[in-house]
């Protein structure tokens, strides 16, 4: 498995080795070994979440307050534009963003630490994605930044108005986000 740090280093891609003939394909879609070498971390994912969407979705920023969620994220049909934003105060990219985009195709997953939210935009038709978590859900600590924050500006490369859920529109702005110290 090959990985790579992003603009922002916490935030690694990882691309697994793909053993692929005429029956098909094989690829470890997690290794812990791996896992471990590239961010330092063994963490305990304690929940898989899955989600589908059709095109021009759009799902985020979110993130928990307390409780907080490490994510590692691959799409299994379709393709995303997935984003993470530093939300760690003082860390040197605080309030920047990096985005990546995962597919059925590319097989990359995206490791999203604690201390970032997190949100996606669906370039396909439809999309699946399946992620781990390294905390469970807690609606009482979730927020949301805004997906449209001008002080983020992040570019969702979809081309017309994103559909929102009524709870990501009325994420709060960036400048008034609790964060993490």
């Known amino acids: 498995m090959k990985f790579a740090p992003t603009?922002?280093?916490?935030?690694?891609?990882?691309?697994?080795?793909?053993?692929?003939?005429?029956?098909?394909?094989?690829?470890?879609?997690?290794?812990?070994?791996?896992?471990?070498?590239?961010?330092?971390?063994?963490?305990?994912?304690?929940?898989?979440?899955?989600?589908?969407?059709?095109?021009?979705?759009?799902?985020?920023l979110h993130y928990q307050i307390r409780r907080t969620q490490g994510k590692l994220v691959r799409v299994i049909q379709g393709e995303v534009f997935d984003v993470a934003v530093d939300l760690r105060k003082r860390s040197k990219t605080f309030g920047c963003w990096v985005g990546v985009r995962l597919s059925a195709e590319n097989k990359k997953q995206l490791w999203i630490p604690e201390g970032f939210a997190h949100?996606?935009?669906?370039?396909?038709?439809?999309?699946?994605?399946?992620?781990k978590t390294t905390d469970y859900y807690s609606h009482e600590y979730e927020r949301c930044?805004?997906?449209?924050?001008?002080?983020?500006?992040?570019?969702?490369?979809?081309?017309?108005?994103?559909?929102?859920?009524?709870?990501?529109?009325?994420?709060?702005?960036?400048?008034?986000?609790?964060?993490?110290?």
Request: charged share 25%; proline share 6%.
């Open 7 to 60: 603009a922002i280093p916490d935030v690694i891609v990882f691309e697994p080795t793909i053993f692929a003939d005429k029956r098909g394909f094989f690829f470890e879609s997690f290794n812990l070994r791996a896992f471990e070498l590239a961010t330092g971390l063994r963490p305990d994912f304690v929940q898989d979440n899955h989600s589908k969407s059709t095109r021009n979705i759009l799902r985020g």
């Open 145 to 181: 930044i805004a997906w449209n924050d001008p002080k983020l500006n992040i570019d969702w490369q979809i081309d017309c108005a994103p559909l929102v859920s009524p709870k990501d529109a009325q994420g709060v702005l960036f400048e008034n986000a609790e964060v993490f110290a």
């Open 119 to 131: 949100g996606f935009s669906v370039m396909s038709e439809s999309a699946e994605c399946i992620y």
